[in-house]
C-alpha cells in the first residue's frame, strides 16, 4: 500500500517568510514528484515536479528530493497572504502493479497571516 | 481555452439516481485520469485510459462506476444507483505521458441528497 505522509496543520507563516512544507512517502520505487496547490473549492494546480534528489527553484518555490530518506518538501520564499491554501504532495511509481495514478498526501493547510 | 475541462461543475442528485460527468482532456495528451475527492482528503485515484484503452482500475472504483474514453478523446464516469457516500469532488486530469505532470480540470462535485 503506498502511502504518502503530511502534516494537516494548519501551518500559520508571517507574510514574507519562508514557509516549509514537508512529505514523507512509504513507495521505495517512487520516481516523480509533485506539489500541488488548492484553494478552497477549487481544483488541485499543478506548481512544482521534481525528479531526481537535490533542489529545484522556480521563482518563490523551491521543491528538495531526497530518495535515501524517502522525503520531499516545498519552500515558499517571500510568502504572500494569496499563497494560504493546502498543498498537496503528490507521488508516482514506475511500473509494477498498483494503479498508474498519483498517490496523494491529505494535504497540508497554510496560513499565512499578514 | 486548452486545459482539461469537466462538465457539470455541480450536480445535485436524488439517492438512486444515476449521474453522468464528462471531461475533456488537453488536446495532445493521450492518457486521462479519474480522481475522486472528499472533504479533507486528498484525491484518489479511480482510474485512467491510454488513448481508448481502460488500463487500470482502483478498487474504489465499485460495479456501480462506469467509465469510457470511447474514441481516445473525451471521457465520460457514469454512477449508477447513487448513495450519500457518493458525494465527493470527481476530478479528471491528463498528461501526455505516464511520468509527466497531470493537469486538473475545475472537477464536478456532486451532492447526493
Known amino acids: 500500500q503506498k502511502e504518502v505522509e503530511q502534516n494537516s496543520g494548519p501551518l500559520s507563516v508571517p507574510e514574507g517568510a519562508i514557509a516549509s512544507l514537508n512529505c514523507t512517502y512509504s513507495?521505495?520505487?517512487?520516481?516523480?514528484f509533485f506539489w500541488y496547490r488548492q484553494y478552497s473549492g477549487k481544483s488541485p494546480e499543478l506548481i512544482m515536479s521534481i525528479y531526481s534528489n537535490g533542489d529545484k527553484e522556480d521563482g518563490r518555490f523551491t521543491a528538495q528530493l531526497n530518495k535515501a530518506s524517502q522525503y520531499v518538501s516545498l519552500l515558499i520564499r517571500d510568502s504572500q497572504p494569496s499563497d494560504s491554501a493546502t498543498y498537496l504532495c503528490a507521488v508516482k511509481s514506475l511500473g509494477g502493479g498498483g494503479a498508474d495514478g498519483l498517490t496523494f498526501g491529505k494535504g497540508t493547510h497554510l496560513i499565512i497571516q499578514p | 481555452d486548452t486545459g482539461v475541462s469537466q462538465d457539470p461543475r455541480h450536480k445535485i442528485t436524488k439517492r438512486g439516481q444515476n449521474v453522468t460527468f464528462r471531461c475533456d482532456p488537453i488536446?495532445?495528451?493521450?492518457?486521462l485520469y479519474w480522481y475522486r475527492q472528499t472533504l479533507g482528503q486528498g484525491p484518489e485515484f479511480l482510474t485512467y485510459?491510454?488513448?481508448?484503452?481502460?488500463?487500470?482500475k482502483s478498487r474504489l472504483l465499485s460495479d456501480r462506476f462506469s467509465a469510457e474514453r470511447p474514441k481516445g478523446s473525451f471521457s465520460t464516469l457514469e454512477i449508477q444507483r447513487t448513495e450519500q457516500g457518493d458525494s465527493a469532488m470527481y476530478l479528471c486530469?491528463?498528461?501526455?505521458?505516464?511520468?509527466?505532470?497531470?493537469?486538473f480540470g475545475q472537477g464536478t462535485r456532486l451532492t447526493v441528497v
Open positions: 485510459f491510454q488513448n481508448e484503452a481502460q488500463l487500470e
Open positions: 486530469a491528463s498528461t501526455p505521458h505516464s511520468n509527466t505532470e497531470a493537469f
Open positions: 513507495d521505495r520505487v517512487s520516481q516523480s
Open positions: 488536446s495532445e495528451h493521450n492518457r
